[in-house]
């Protein structure tokens, strides 16, 4: 991976960096030090944020100490339930009294980290036990994911068992009726003031980035390529591509758009006409004028953005505009 | 020189599927000489090559053949190829009335069928000596006596003339042939007066033309002869006549008693129709022979190119098309869904497909076809009466004194354990009882009276379903009936969707309505509003089912690589939407091909009736 990154093109100056994907928490420290020593050497970094994600089953002082002094400043503790039933239904290692502790070991030492949480799992009355927990230990940022049943993972043949569309959403409106002191910046993440995820934003903003090891997706140059998923083909080949995507202009102004509108603030004006050469509403004007009949969608002076229906229906912006 | 009356035998085979009848044919071919057994490809009268190098490219409906019998005498015998399809019973009654004789093939294991029976009557019906043959008898099933008898209780032939034939083996053709010199009358046409020649088939050639099967009933007709026709007056030269003995043979003259055909320069099939008479043109008969009819298209329905800029390839092709199939009838037509097509009539579901196969196969065209419906006889207050088969041009109901609807008489024979089912079906169907006959003790044969429409639909599908696929049936048109039919509509959101609208009768449009209602429910997507499905008569509601408004639709988590996952997985859910439209007008690719067939060509009658064999 160091040999990757060491190698891999694009700009030098970086913002962010995201440790994610798989369980990167069962990382040797010392491993992960190589990879900062690499990414240091290939990237300059100004007031970096580096997120690792971690499974409360491996967190432990130690570990949460290591990746403080090797300049790890953001963890995403990936909780996902407070409730021992519900953590079992999703297949998880650790029980609501292990996450409890691997958040208070992360208080301590992080002062900015995110909980992941997922409503849907049954038992229902699971999610608002999970959400008073996490209104307790006060995060400074929460993601809450509506679990969902993607075909092709384990999940995908229990699409039965699924809940209902409507007691989804009102699991979906409790997170945010729990979450008062939180801002909701996109449709699944919280924040306190300040504390969005800096590097998600680069996600939603559709900006380029890189992303190193098997299966990790870049965005750079118009291209959308991904890294060989299989780990041997992988290490035979670091940054071999398996999947390669040159995405049209008309491809990307649709993404963008598409990616803004899940962001509560939603697509400024000026920040399209200066990325693309002309107005939003040039290139989809007709369309921005449904959205907006149909409640989906609001334009407040310098920009769209979507409504709270828009929210919950975001897909159908997204159909609109594709 | 020509051969008398006395010397002359027309005769036809009729026979289910698989009874053996282009077998018995080849033999019949071989023995006389016509073929010898080297030659002998599988099935001569079904094979193109033979007469591809004399410039002629279709096949062979009527054989002349001489056979030395017995008694010493040179016989010239026809024998006539008879369409093995309902949908092309009137061809078969034309090809009937060209002969004195049939013979009744009845396979030896299995015994009496729908199809025989229904051929069997028309032939009884045309006074034709019928023979009854028994094939197959060197199988270890053949129940040789039990055949005599269902031959002789349902047919009310006598079982103990039939002739015992397997002509797979060879065994019994000489006695067939021996039976139709003895028992099948000579035909008995006055030669001296002027011509009459009945048209039973006629086919169309590239090189040629459209080559005309006669059979002359009286007088001669003869090379060079102005000749007309007598429903329509049109007036040709005969270029050339003669026999196919299988070979295309010319000659001088066909007199009368003899079965043949004619070229006379005619561009289109439209121009000749089967049943019609022959005469000469300079001293015209005064009458036409009896029987014809102009055949008329009882099922319809519309045919749209998948691709919108396939319209003018598939209007060329029909055009092509209805140069060797006039029976069909085509007209422009137009729907919000689908855009520009046509609207075909076809003589029944069998030739629906045969064309539309032929259109897709012959002219590479892929089609969205609706669902197939009927054509109804209305009639207005003010007396006025016509026939409508498109709900959607129906008039109001107050201007409407009475709808009538076609039925037909089906025969249905299956296994006596299913016979509860059979008329369980048959009354679901809105089916009028008139019998019941026991073959023997395991099988029987139920007839009813039934609307078209309910046959159109999926009566096929259901009778197999309901005999395990031991069920077959025949049917005839036996004309109109008043019903109490009317106009269903479906409205998306109050809006009335014009394809989707049918004629259906009273007691079945809540079933009809709800059904279609249900299957839209399926098909629609849900949308940020809810969408009303509704069936109505007029302005009464009938039916409603709702598409429960979305809710909750949301790509929860969306980083990196998912963004342009997830903008495809959109395209396609947007594409899916637009082709909803099209389901919802149904295509026939499930609806009417319960089965996959070998590509053939539809153009033999023999094929034709191969072709039922897969669906009944």
Not at chain 1, 140 to 166: C, I, M, N, Q, W
Request: hydrophobic share 40%; aromatic share 8%.
């Amino acid at each position: 991976m160091c040999s990757e990154i060491e190698n891999c093109e694009g700009p030098d100056a970086a913002e962010t960096v995201f440790f994610g994907g798989g369980t990167p928490s069962l990382v040797a420290p010392e491993s992960l030090e190589e990879i900062f020593a690499a990414l240091h050497s290939r990237f300059t970094f100004t007031n970096p944020e580096i997120t690792i994600e971690a499974n409360p089953d491996d967190v432990d002082a130690a570990l949460a100490s290591a990746w403080r002094s090797i300049g790890v400043n953001r963890i995403s503790l990936g909780v996902q339930s407070f409730n021992d039933a519900a953590l079992h239904y999703l297949g998880r290692r650790h029980d609501a009294a292990r996450a409890h502790r691997a958040c208070e070991i992360v208080r301590e030492r992080f002062e900015n980290w995110s909980l992941d949480l997922i409503f849907g799992a049954p038992p229902v009355s699971a999610w608002e036990e999970t959400l008073r927990t996490c209104v307790e230990l006060a995060p400074p940022h929460v993601s809450a994911y509506g679990l969902t049943y993607e075909e092709g993972t384990p999940f995908g043949k229990r699409k039965s068992e699924a809940v209902d569309e409507e007691t989804s959403l009102t699991m979906y409106r409790q997170a945010r009726a729990a979450l008062t002191d939180y801002a909701r910046y996109e449709i699944s993440n919280f924040a306190r003031p300040g504390c969005e995820c800096r590097h998600n934003l680069v996600y939603w903003r559709n900006e380029e980035y890189a992303g190193f090891g098997p299966g990790a997706y870049s965005y750079v140059n118009r291209v959308r390529a991904r890294n060989a998923t299989k780990t041997d083909e992988y290490l035979s080949a670091p940054g071999k591509k398996d999947e390669t995507l040159h995405l049209s202009d008309r491809e990307i102004r649709v993404e963008t758009v598409i990616q803004y509108l899940r962001l509560r603030a939603g697509l400024r004006n000026r920040a399209y006409l200066e990325r693309f050469g002309n107005t939003v509403r040039e290139d989809f004007g007709v369309v921005i004028d449904g959205l907006i009949r149909r409640g989906l969608i609001a334009e407040d002076g310098d920009g769209i953005r979507p409504t709270e229906l828009g929210f919950e229906l975001n897909n159908e912006i997204g159909l609109a505009l594709v | 020189m020509a051969v008398p009356n006395e010397r002359i035998r027309n005769f036809c085979i009729i026979a289910h599927v698989d009874h053996g009848k282009s077998t018995l044919a080849d033999r019949i071919l071989q023995l006389t000489g016509a073929v010898d057994a080297r030659n002998l490809k599988e099935q001569t009268l079904d094979t193109m090559d033979l007469e591809r190098e004399r410039g002629i490219t279709i096949k062979a409906v009527a054989v002349r053949l001489t056979y030395k019998a017995d008694d010493g005498q040179e016989y010239a015998l026809h024998l006539i190829d008879t369409p093995g399809h309902v949908d092309f019973s009137y061809e078969v009654s034309r090809s009937l009335a060209a002969c004195e004789g049939a013979l009744l093939l009845v396979d030896a294991a299995q015994g009496v069928e729908a199809q025989t029976l229904a051929n069997a009557y028309k032939a009884i019906d045309q006074n034709l000596e019928i023979i009854p043959v028994i094939n197959k008898i060197d199988l270890p099933s053949a129940d040789i006596d039990n055949v005599r008898r269902q031959i002789e209780e349902i047919l009310g032939l006598d079982g103990a003339t039939a002739v015992l034939a397997s002509a797979k083996e060879g065994i019994g053709t000489r006695d067939v042939l021996e039976a139709v010199i003895k028992r099948i009358p000579h035909p008995k046409g006055d030669r001296q007066i002027s011509p009459r020649a009945l048209i039973f088939d006629a086919k169309y050639d590239s090189y040629r033309g459209v080559v005309v099967y006669v059979r002359v009933m009286d007088g001669r007709i003869s090379r060079g002869m102005k000749v007309q026709m007598m429903s329509n007056g049109l007036k040709y030269e005969v270029a050339e006549l003669g026999f196919f003995c299988p070979a295309i043979t010319p000659a001088d003259a066909l007199e009368a008693g003899e079965v043949g055909y004619l070229i006379c320069n005619i561009r289109s099939l439209k121009d000749t129709k089967i049943g019609d008479t022959v005469t000469d043109a300079l001293k015209p008969a005064e009458r036409p022979l009896p029987g014809y009819e102009e055949v008329q298209p009882v099922v319809f329905c519309g045919m749209y190119p998948a691709a919108a800029n396939d319209y003018q390839e598939l209007r060329d092709a029909l055009e092509r098309l209805q140069l060797n199939d006039a029976s069909f009838t085509y007209q422009a037509d137009s729907s919000d869904a689908l855009g520009l097509g046509f609207r075909l009539g076809f003589l029944g579901l069998l030739h629906m497909e045969i064309v539309q196969e032929r259109l897709e196969r012959e002219f590479d065209l892929t089609l969205v076809t609706t669902v197939p419906n009927v054509a109804y006889h209305l009639v207005r207050m003010s007396g006025e009466s016509f026939s409508i088969e498109n709900a959607s041009k129906m008039p109001p109901p107050g201007e409407i004194d009475r709808i009538e609807e076609p039925y037909i008489e089906a025969d249905i024979m299956c296994p006596t354990e299913y016979l509860s089912a059979v008329i369980d079906l048959c009354k679901k169907k809105r089916g009028i009882h008139v019998r019941v006959d026991y073959i023997d003790s395991r099988r029987c044969m139920a007839v009813y009276q039934l609307p078209l429409a309910e046959i159109v639909l999926d009566f096929y599908d259901k009778l197999k379903t309901y005999t395990r696929g031991y069920g077959s049936m025949e049917y005839r048109l036996i004309g109109f009936r008043e019903g109490d039919l009317v106009r269903l509509d479906i409205m998306l959101n109050g809006e009335i969707v014009d394809a989707l609208s049918s004629i259906v009768h009273r007691e079945r449009a809540v079933w009809v309505g709800r059904t279609l209602a249900v299957k839209l429910r399926g098909l629609i997507p849900r949308q940020q509003y809810e969408v009303a499905i509704q069936a109505a008569i007029g302005a009464k509601i009938i039916v409603r089912e709702t598409v429960k408004p979305l809710r909750k639709n949301v790509t929860a988590k969306c980083y990196g690589g998912d963004i342009t996952r997830k903008r495809k997985l959109l395209e396609k859910q947007k594409e899916g939407k637009k082709r909803m439209k099209q389901v919802c007008c149904g295509s026939t690719k499930s609806r009417n091909r319960p089965c996959r067939r070998k590509k053939r060509n539809p153009q033999t009658l023999h094929e034709r009736s191969r072709r039922c064999c897969c669906r009944r």
